[in-house]
């Protein structure tokens, strides 16, 4: 039976001025009208392959005045939304195709996917990496089944080398993109959500240069319900969306960071396809500071347990923003994609959001140098109920008077309020200690 919406007018409009050529390489380039059956059909055979993600009821809600659910697509396999869109893309090739095998550069969480699941398929699989790739996601490429080669310095280098070796041995070259079978397997996400939580008021998606998943989503939301709103979040440091729709083409020398801190939330993959449904089928898009996606990465962390990285945590960031206030007292939910942190990553992100949520914080000042005096400042952080997290004490390059030390201390507090109350103390105590601002 199909289903008949006032969407798929705007979808066919939305598509109706898309380019016909496409320099992809990808075998479902050719742009084609995105339906709800597409989605549906998408949802029913990627169903066995990848997890169907919980959309759970979030402790967040109180603080932030809504009802949050938190859609869990960390939780894939390879820890990336991403698995959709691979799954359903490699299962539409032709089996002449699968058994050549296909071929990918980069180390984004697009390339784990595919390493994977071709794999399970048991495709024939190689990822061309640069020699700056980390040690970590080489050997997890690995693990996943893939055979890995390291060659250059740079992105650009291994896909030169990556679409060379795809024309000289008949391996398909992939690359993220937005055909209408990708982006059909990434907008089962938001069937899901559909299915989970009822009576959703708007749903929250990562947006920036990947918004696959935003525009595919899009399509099958406002297909189920028009009322639903879609709303994407990216990053201030690149707003490579709002600026594409701005000018109305996808903005080509967009400045984007090699940080792996910023992954996929800074590069730029989206093409006509994802740009004119975003644009006629997403409700607002906004942006937000990397202080803000910290802090979300931090709340994830202590309210849910979860590990995310800055393309999953970028949603709430929204709302730890207050760039949403039209949600207060809504249902929202909020799509978690990704959970591809370096270790080393997550412990400076972890550091840096607790000193901007003001929970983490440094002062000095000049003690006369005697036990008695220290042993008065410890007192005086204990009756307070500070955590001294690190102290030091400096003799020789002190300024001030002879036999005195300057001591700097590390503290952790509750939060903003337990901060002040602090300061406050000491400086009763202490008038001329100096406090080091964020």
Not at 2 to 31: C, F, G, H
Not at 154 to 178: C, F, G, I, P, V
Request: proline share 3%; net charge neutral.
């Amino acid at each position: 039976m199909k289903i008949v919406s006032r969407n798929e007018e705007l979808l066919k409009d939305a598509l109706s001025r898309i380019p016909q050529s496409s320099s992809r390489t990808s075998p479902s380039s050719s742009n084609k009208l995105i339906q709800f059956e597409d989605i549906s059909a998408a949802a029913f055979k990627i169903q066995c392959g990848v997890q169907k993600t919980p959309c759970m009821y979030s402790r967040l809600s109180k603080q932030y005045g809504m009802d949050i659910y938190l859609k869990k697509e960390f939780l894939q396999y390879t820890g990336s939304v991403k698995e959709r869109g691979v799954l359903y893309l490699l299962t539409s090739l032709p089996q002449d195709q699968q058994r050549k095998g296909v071929i990918v550069a980069s180390d984004s969480n697009f390339s784990m996917a595919v390493a994977y699941h071709a794999s399970e398929l048991r495709i024939p699989v190689f990822v061309i990496m640069s020699t700056s790739t980390s040690p970590a996601r080489v050997k997890m490429c690995r693990e996943y089944g893939a055979m890995v080669i390291s060659y250059g310095t740079t992105a650009k280098d291994s896909q030169t080398h990556a679409r060379r070796l795809a024309q000289e041995n008949a391996y398909l070259y992939l690359e993220e993109e937005d055909s209408a079978v990708y982006l059909s397997g990434l907008g089962t996400v938001g069937l899901e959500v559909y299915e989970q939580v009822p009576k959703l008021d708007a749903v929250i998606f990562p947006a920036g240069g990947h918004c696959g998943l935003l525009a595919g989503s899009a399509a099958v939301l406002k297909h189920l319900n028009p009322c639903i709103s879609v709303i994407g979040v990216e990053s201030e440091s690149f707003p490579a969306l709002q600026q594409s729709l701005k000018a109305g083409h996808p903005i080509e020398d967009q400045a984007c960071s090699n940080h792996h801190f910023y992954g996929d939330v800074s590069g730029l993959c989206f093409g006509s396809n994802s740009l004119q449904l975003t644009g006629k089928l997403v409700d607002k898009v906004v942006a937000v500071r990397e202080e803000d996606i910290l802090i979300s990465m931090l709340r994830l962390l202590e309210y849910e347990r979860a590990t995310v990285d800055a393309e999953g945590a970028i949603g709430l960031a929204a709302l730890v923003a207050g760039k949403l206030p039209e949600l207060k007292g809504k249902r929202v939910a909020i799509v978690i994609c990704s959970g591809n942190l370096e270790l080393h990553l997550l412990q400076q992100c972890i550091a840096r959001a607790l000193t901007l949520d003001n929970r983490v914080c440094r002062f000095s000042l000049v003690l006369s140098d005697s036990p008695g005096d220290i042993s008065k400042l410890l007192e005086i952080l204990a009756r307070e109920e500070a955590r001294v997290l690190d102290i030091k004490q400096e003799h020789t390059f002190v300024t001030s008077e002879l036999f005195t030390v300057e001591v700097t201390c590390t503290v952790e507090t509750r939060d903003k309020i337990h901060t002040a109350q602090l300061r406050n103390a000491l400086l009763e105590r202490y008038p001329t200690a100096a406090w080091t601002e964020r």
